[in-house]
């Protein structure tokens, strides 16, 4: 059974930066798409953005461009999201997730505050 665990997120200023982890076991890494989802209080789950399974093709919300970075290393099981610039808009619980089709798997989300 796959497993998903993201780790990193926090209280951090406007301006602010942070990197999120998502630890991967269970399932083989390198052979699935990942993804980072957020939610904010009343809103939706939106995509963040993804990354394949080589890591060489990537993309991105419209609200993150040239502010996050995705990026994964399939030796480890690990994949990052640095979150730079950071706006109280971006406060919310970020996931991660494996696959887009049958099987996906899900982390249990990581809280992201950005306040002053």
């Known amino acids: 059974q796959g497993q998903l665990v993201e780790s990193g997120g926090g209280l951090v200023q406007p301006g602010g930066s942070l990197r999120l982890s998502c630890a991967a076991s269970g399932f083989t890494f390198s052979r699935y798409a990942m993804s980072w989802y957020r939610q904010a209080p009343g809103k939706e789950r939106e995509l963040v953005t993804t990354?394949?399974?080589?890591?060489?093709?990537?993309s991105y919300a419209d609200s993150v461009k040239g502010r996050f970075t995705i990026s994964r290393d399939n030796a480890k099981s690990l994949m990052y999201l640095q979150m730079n610039s950071l706006k109280p808009e971006d406060t919310a619980v970020y996931y991660c997730?494996?696959?887009?089709?049958?099987?996906?798997?899900w982390g249990q989300g990581t809280q992201v505050t950005v306040s002053s």
């Open positions: 997730k494996a696959g887009s089709a049958w099987p996906v798997y």
């Open positions: 990354i394949s399974s080589a890591g060489g093709t990537t």
